[in-house]
């Protein structure tokens, strides 16, 4: 599966494009040369966040910075595998460090496992969240003055999928479609 960011560029309430960065970029690039008379606007579908991008340089040059990079191949080696593996420091009590040592691998294993088990555990309350702050994120950049925003965004986060639907419905089509889009994974999860 391909987890690869996309981005979506308006130009004012019209939707140019949406796609990996390096596309999003150029199709900017192309709009700038054009002429476009509208405000050209880049967000990240994930999070909802207006970005900007490095346009200098020709098509090529732009396309290499942004293309997604093939993973690097890991050399073979003896001992143990490389796992990508941060240190930082983890502040405990004195019993949280006698329980962890008494756990099978360690501390670290442990922590990990820990971890792992609480991201699968919380995930849809995460992610609901997550479409909540990106889809509201959007909202307040290209439509805070849109009538019923305010209420539109109370529904949102209230689970309302009908309210919002209801309240969006006017919106400018390509702004209102992608707004929906953003929310839509906490309408899943909420049915």
């Known amino acids: 599966m391909d987890n690869a960011p996309t981005f979506t560029v308006f130009a004012g309430e019209r939707l140019l494009v949406s796609g990996p960065q390096h596309e999003a970029a150029l199709s900017i690039k192309v709009a700038l040369r054009r002429g476009e008379p509208e405000t050209i606007l880049a967000f990240d579908d994930r999070t909802g966040r207006q970005v900007d991008f490095d346009l200098r340089g020709s098509d090529e040059e732009i396309a290499a910075r942004l293309a997604p990079q093939p993973e690097a191949r890991e050399e073979t080696r003896r001992g143990r595998p490389k796992l990508g593996v941060v240190a930082r420091e983890v502040t405990l009590l004195p019993r949280h460090w006698e329980w962890l040592a ?74 209102r479609d992608y707004t929906r889009r953003l929310a839509e994974p906490s309408h899943r999860a909420a049915a």
Do not use: C
């Open 102 to 175: 008494e756990q099978p691998g360690g501390a670290s294993v442990t922590l990990r496992k820990l971890v792992d088990a609480a991201r699968q555990s919380g995930g849809s309350q995460g992610s609901v969240r997550h479409a909540q702050e990106a889809a509201d994120r959007f909202m307040s950049a290209m439509l805070g003055n849109q009538p019923g925003y305010e209420e539109a965004s109370r529904a949102l986060y209230a689970g309302d999928k009908g309210r919002f639907i209801e309240l969006t419905e006017h919106w400018p089509r390509d702004l």
